[in-house]
């Protein structure tokens, strides 16, 4: 990815209730265990991954991890309004932060998804609580749609409010 990757944004899972079950079903069906390694664990091998990354040109950016912000590891803004504001609208873009977490540096941003709608089943994700729920959904998605999980009518109205709201700050 050298040279064509400028940065790298990574956390570590966070163990939330959801998270657990499916590591529990995971662990009964393969014999496979995970766990949450100690903060000291999780600092030096972020370190070594700053290390790897900086060898490659490559900025890394920690998610939701303060306690691993460095030298070589930034905090990250996964909807960065810097980013959005050089890349379309000439430098300006007048928005306020709205973390979603603790520690989270993204600024007000709409999601364009919604909960049980992947069908991926990765063990450490917080947005699915139902495979079956996340097939039917998947399967009933409107191509035409904007927004996962909803119907074509239902984006366009929120498109529109969007676009009213965006007119606002310019």
């Known amino acids: 990815m ?14 939330y209730d959801k998270v657990k079950k499916n590591l529990a079903l995971l662990r009964r069906e393969t014999d496979i265990d995970a766990f949450d390694p100690d903060t000291t664990i999780k600092q030096e091998l972020a370190g070594r991954l700053a290390d790897i990354a900086a060898e490659h040109g490559i900025d890394l950016y920690t998610c939701c991890g303060d306690y691993l912000i460095s ?3 930034y905090k ?5 309004a810097d980013i959005i504001a050089d890349l379309f609208y000439g430098g300006r873009l007048d928005v306020s932060r709205k973390p979603t977490r603790n520690e989270c540096g993204c600024f ?8 049980d709608t992947c069908v ?3 063990v450490y994700c917080y947005a699915n609580m139902n495979k079956a ?3 039917r959904r ?3 998605h409107d ?16 498109l529109e409010e969007l676009e009213q709201e965006q007119a606002t700050l310019f």
């Open 143 to 158: 191509p035409s749609s904007a927004f996962l999980g909803y119907s074509k009518d239902e984006s366009d109205k929120w």
């Open 120 to 122: 991926h089943g990765c």
């Open 71 to 73: 030298d070589d590891i």
């Open 2 to 15: 050298e040279g064509s990757v400028k940065r790298c944004y990574f956390s570590f899972p966070t163990f």
């Open 76 to 80: 990250a803004s996964c909807i960065d």
């Open 108 to 115: 007000a941003s709409v999601d364009i998804g919604a909960y």
């Open 138 to 140: 998947y399967e009933e």
């Open 133 to 135: 729920a996340a097939k």
